[in-house]
């Protein structure tokens, strides 16, 4: 029962972004994925309750906004670096360490630092992720966490169990 309704909800969610909030469509979708999910739930391995929900609005609401936000600052310091006379940079490959354990968390996390402009995660190995980095700042591991990654892994910690 719970396979059937954790298949309904991600088809009919799949179904609403495809095709758009128009009231048939919502309807339309939900009686496809209705019996979509009768014949296909008995195959599946995959169930989701609350929790499932509850992560996601928090990584929709709380991640993405302060992952924006860091985005912003690092391509304007890197537009900074760029139109320096004097290009201040202190290349580097450092080893950021994650509280994070799950495997996608780590990938969330590796994929965030790389898209965020002046940083590139280059491998991810035992609790730690090996960053090229622009600017170096610090010089111990903590310092290098706090200036690349510390928001993103509180968020992702709690948010990617």
Known sequence: MKKGISTFLALWAIWILIAGFNVTEII??????LILAFIVSKYVNYSFGFSIVLGALKFVFVYIPVFIYKLVIANLDMAYRVLSPKMPINP???K???EIKNDFGKLVLANSITLTP???SLDVEDGHVLVHW?????STEEEYKKEISKDF?????GIIK
């Open 92 to 94: 580097g490959i450092v």
């Open 28 to 33: 339309l979708g939900g009686a496809v994925a």
């Open 153 to 157: 892994d509180k968020i992702l910690g």
């Open 118 to 120: 002046g940083t590139l």
């Open 134 to 138: 622009v600017n170096v700042k610090g």
């Open 96 to 98: 950021v360490p994650t």
